[in-house]
């Protein structure tokens, strides 16, 4: 039976301010997501009945409720599908701390059985379906660098500077409900137009609240803003920094204080996901001809 294997890259969000707030209460916001280079690992497998077969390398992760199993059933019951797949995922990237690996994780099983299923959905369709599963999975879906508004879904490609990233996992779980709804959120930032983001006075609006509630991340990024340009992604509780170059990010992920964790990764403008299934398509219309 026919198998794919594709990454599912990181992201940072290279600022994050909110603007206001929605009368359903959803926040209203403002961000610029960037993919790494560094990616979990996932490979598809078609069945010939019509389970959705799950494992992963983290016994924590391998149930229904992952994000993955769940864009498989999405997918398949709303295209009435009858076919099923095996799906293994090789779970590199920290999860819960600001990097989107789960977001990224569904986004890759969606473009993938779109792929493998052959159901020839539209990258909007499928960025439509993804917001159902979170607002972080329409900028996998699509696959680009993009200055992002409303919840996250209103995407506009950019190509900011692709520097080496320093990212520090300071190892501490982070209530992202918890902040939403903090008291002290800053949630009156100016709007910034696309056209001019890089020239703004930015911003993560969560690190002032993140550094005052985990005195651990405030400790990281203490540290690490003694070596380049420093930030939050998402609500954390990772945080990066910018390098010129992979050595100088190397040199100080050598000097990074236990327990914490980290890696060096390039900042990428285009998923590696869509350059793999654009190869994957064109190889199967070469074998076709």
């Given at each position: 039976m026919a198998t794919l294997t594709l990454p599912a890259p990181a992201k940072l969000n290279l600022?994050?301010?909110?603007?206001?707030?929605?009368?359903?209460g959803y926040h209203q916001l403002q961000t610029v997501f960037q993919f790494l280079e560094s990616a979990d690992q996932l490979s598809f497998t078609l069945r010939r009945d019509e389970r959705i077969e799950f494992h992963c390398s983290d016994p924590a992760l391998a149930n229904d409720a992952n994000l993955v199993v769940k864009a498989a059933q999405l997918l398949q019951a709303q295209q009435r599908y009858q076919q099923g797949v095996?799906?293994?995922?090789?779970?590199?990237?920290?999860?819960?701390?600001?990097?989107?690996?789960?977001?990224s994780d569904a986004a890759t099983t969606l473009l993938a059985l779109n792929h493998l299923w052959q159901l020839r959905l539209t990258v909007d369709e499928l960025a439509t379906l993804g917001l159902q599963l979170g607002a972080d999975v329409p900028v996998f879906v699509r696959g680009y660098?993009?200055?992002?508004?409303g919840v996250g879904e209103r995407l506009s490609?950019?190509?900011?500077?692709?520097?080496?990233?320093?990212?520090?996992?300071?190892?501490?779980?982070?209530?992202?409900?918890?902040?939403?709804?903090?008291?002290e959120l800053k949630r009156d930032?100016?709007?910034?137009?696309?056209s001019d983001w890089q020239q703004?006075?930015?911003q993560n609006v969560f690190e002032p609240l993140v550094r005052r509630l985990y005195p651990e991340v405030a400790k990281a990024l203490d540290w690490l803003?003694?070596?380049?340009p420093t930030r939050l992604t998402g609500t954390g509780a990772c945080l990066y920094g910018a390098f010129e170059s992979q050595e100088l990010a190397r040199a100080a992920l050598a000097r990074m204080p236990a327990p914490w964790t980290g890696f060096v990764a390039r900042g990428l403008n285009e998923s590696p996901v869509c350059q793999l299934l654009r190869q994957a398509s064109t190889d199967n219309l070469t074998s076709q001809n």
């Open positions: 600022f994050l301010h909110i603007i206001g707030r929605r009368a359903d095996r799906i293994i995922l090789d779970k590199v990237l920290p999860y819960g701390g600001g990097l989107g690996g789960g977001s660098a993009a200055f992002a508004e490609p950019v190509s900011p500077p692709m520097p080496w990233y320093l990212v520090v996992d300071p190892k501490v779980h982070i209530s992202t409900a918890e902040l939403f709804a903090h008291s930032c100016d709007p910034i137009n696309l703004q006075q930015t803003v003694e070596y380049a």
